[in-house]
């Protein structure tokens, strides 16, 4: 008599390949009585997507007709959206055959080391939520921080969309935004100290040229009367006087890149035709 290892090692192959076919064949049947779950699942995970920015639209446009400032708009219909979201994926698990029960006792465990792994995702929804309550700026708001300026075209929970001055898109991350300084040159009504720097050489008439630079930024479109340009001695250099010139661009009316461009080419020609240079 054969003992029980070596008989199960000389035991045909047979019954193994029939064991793999019948457990081929019951994930098979398995699989097909639940398509029609996994189908009608899908489905109204869809529709839960097209419902949610239906939602999110109409709750904007009947805030629109309030006197609901947009930041509290904006806060609102993405609230909105992402409520009615999660309340259908819900609806399209249970749908699919998922426990909910067991899918959250797993999240339990999976929610500390998903903290580790998403944490800047969490802070830049975090930050995200904080900046549409606080509402230090809103869209249309000219805005400048470390690394990155230009107008606020969306504020999304993850990132604010800027569109710099020269017109690329720039996402900034609601962390940097929250954390670093901000200025918003749209809070007023210009946008402060635009500066250009400017060298008139020894022995011209320094009154001439402080009339003659002024006259020539005031004359530039796009460049703001209230408060006027101003003219300041920045330093004395070995050959030339440093003059610091300070003008207000609104810019919500003005590409601020184009306006400093032709402030400079504005004094320059100005100094030549005076005989200034």
Known sequence: MLPPLLAAILQPAEPLADRL????????????????????????????????RAVRRGVGKALRRTSTEPHVELLVAKLAYFAVFVVGLVIALSLGGVNLG?????????????GFALQDVVSNLAAGVVLLLEHPFTRGDY????????????IRVRATQLRSPDGQRVLVPNKLLFTNVVTNSTTVRWRSRVEVV??????????????????AAKGVDGVSDDPPPR??????????????????VDPRT???????????????????EASLR
């Open 21 to 52: 076919e019948e457990s081929f064949r019951q994930f098979g049947e398995r699989l097909v009585q639940h398509a029609a779950d996994l189908a009608a699942a899908l489905l109204f995970l869809v529709v839960t997507v097209l419902v949610a």
């Open 102 to 114: 067991v899918l959250v006792g797993s999240l339990g465990l999976a929610t500390v080391a998903l």
């Open 143 to 154: 805005i400048a921080t470390n690394g990155a300026e230009g107008t606020v075209e969306d």
């Open 198 to 215: 400017l060298e008139l050489p020894y022995g011209q008439d320094a009154a001439k040229a402080r009339e003659v630079l002024l006259a």
């Open 231 to 248: 003219l300041l001695t920045e330093d004395l250099g070995e050959t030339a006087v440093s003059l610091r010139l300070w003008f207000w």
């Open 254 to 272: 003005a590409d601020l890149v184009r306006v400093r461009s032709a402030v400079l080419e504005a004094t320059e020609a100005a100094l030549r």
